[in-house]
Nanobody, 115 residues
Framework: QVQLVESGGGLVQAGGSLRLSCLAS????????MNWYRQPPGKQREYVAG???????NYADSVKGRFTISRDNAKNTVYLQMNSLNTADTAVYYC?????????WGQGTQVTVSS
């Protein structure tokens, strides 16, 4: 019963910060790469950031230097710290667990950046 639950989204002004959380259950959390994706309104889903089981991180160019992905294996949680937000960051943000059987997705959390 794999379940990923995102939280922390909301409305924030441009230049502000927000931290997203993804709580995982039903998996051996520490064994898997965890990713964040986002989908702006009317656009296709895009990769944002990822972190491997060993803690290696990767970022899309659009968020490099502004966003930080991290994980707390003891809490089965992956985080996305978002700083210097701009209106282009407005999207539904999804947490994903990459497993051998496929990728599992959370329900998403809305991030809206106002100007």
């Amino acid at each position: 019963q794999v379940q990923l639950v995102e939280s922390g989204g909301g409305l924030v002004q441009a230049g502000g910060s927000l931290r997203l959380s993804c709580l995982a259950s039903g998996i051996s959390f520490s064994s898997y790469t965890m990713n964040w994706y986002r989908q702006p309104p009317g656009k296709q889903r895009e990769y944002v950031a990822g972190i491997t089981s060993g803690g290696r991180t990767n970022y899309a160019d659009s968020v490099k230097g502004r966003f930080t992905i991290s994980r707390d294996n003891a809490k089965n949680t992956v985080y996305l710290q978002m700083n210097s937000l701009n209106t282009a960051d407005t999207a539904v943000y999804y947490c994903a667990a990459v497993m051998l059987s496929g990728t599992y997705w959370g329900q998403g959390t809305q991030v809206t950046v106002s100007s």
